[in-house]
């Protein structure tokens, strides 16, 4: 595709629900990440995957985010049991490989309530 | 522990004039890029400027420059005959040669460009 793609943009969730964002990477992108970004913050590391195999994953606040990238194309950021302090802006990059430019989606914002 | 400081929550300009955005970062590696993007209210990331370490010359991109610092840990952003569209979140990062591009970020400075 021409950029990065999440979806959904926008997305409640009651507290306690599950829910599953999507990250369409550029066509040919090997290595993919995700960022969380809080309210007024700097965006975090959250994972990182090169091809299907997930390299580091120590950026996940708890054994309630998971992240899986089976194809090493699409990826998906799931979340259990959401709770409040999941609120933020969820950002997906895509890079062709190594330490070449990161291509961002333009995130999925989670609301909690 | 990696960590890239900004210390200008809220910055402004008018057009056309020139503003300088700060950025200090601190690490014991000696290999690492150093990159500024833009945020704007869209908020898609786009890529800036980048610096690599190694290089002494400091980057620029057409309106853009940066004043890297390499001893003091610091990387400044430079923004030239200022216009209405660069009015959005600026941050500063870092990621280490071995680490795949794995970004580090600053808490972003929000730019404000005045007619």
């Known amino acids: 595709g021409a950029g990065v793609s999440q979806s959904p943009r926008y997305k409640v969730a009651k507290r306690g629900q599950d829910v599953a964002l999507r990250c369409d990477p550029i066509?040919?992108?090997?290595?993919l990440f995700w960022y969380q970004q809080a309210l007024g913050q700097g965006p975090e590391f959250l994972t990182y995957f090169q091809n299907e195999a997930q390299l580091d994953k120590s950026g996940l606040p708890s054994d309630r985010f998971f992240a899986e990238r089976p194809e090493g194309s699409v990826s998906t950021l799931k979340i259990q049991r959401t709770q409040q302090e999941d609120s933020a802006v969820y950002l997906c990059a895509s890079q062709r490989g190594g330490n070449t430019e990161a291509f961002f989606g333009q995130g999925t914002r989670l609301t909690v309530v | 522990a990696q960590t890239v400081t900004q210390s200008q929550p809220e910055m402004s300009v008018q057009e056309a004039e020139t503003v300088t955005l700060s950025c200090t970062y601190d690490t014991s590696e000696s290999n690492y890029y150093l990159f500024w993007y833009k945020q704007p209210p869209s908020r898609q990331m786009i890529l800036v400027i980048r610096?690599?370490?190694?290089?002494?010359q400091n980057a620029t991109e057409n309106r853009f420059s940066v004043n890297f610092q390499k001893a003091a840990k610091s990387f400044s952003l430079k923004i030239s005959d200022s216009q209405l569209g660069d009015t959005a979140m600026y941050f500063c990062?870092?990621?280490?040669?071995?680490?795949?591009?794995?970004?580090?970020f600053g808490q972003g400075t929000e730019l404000s460009v005045k007619p």
């Open positions: 990062a870092f990621t280490f040669y071995n680490q795949g591009g794995k970004l580090i």
């Open positions: 066509s040919g992108h090997v290595s």
């Open positions: 610096q690599e370490a190694y290089k002494q």
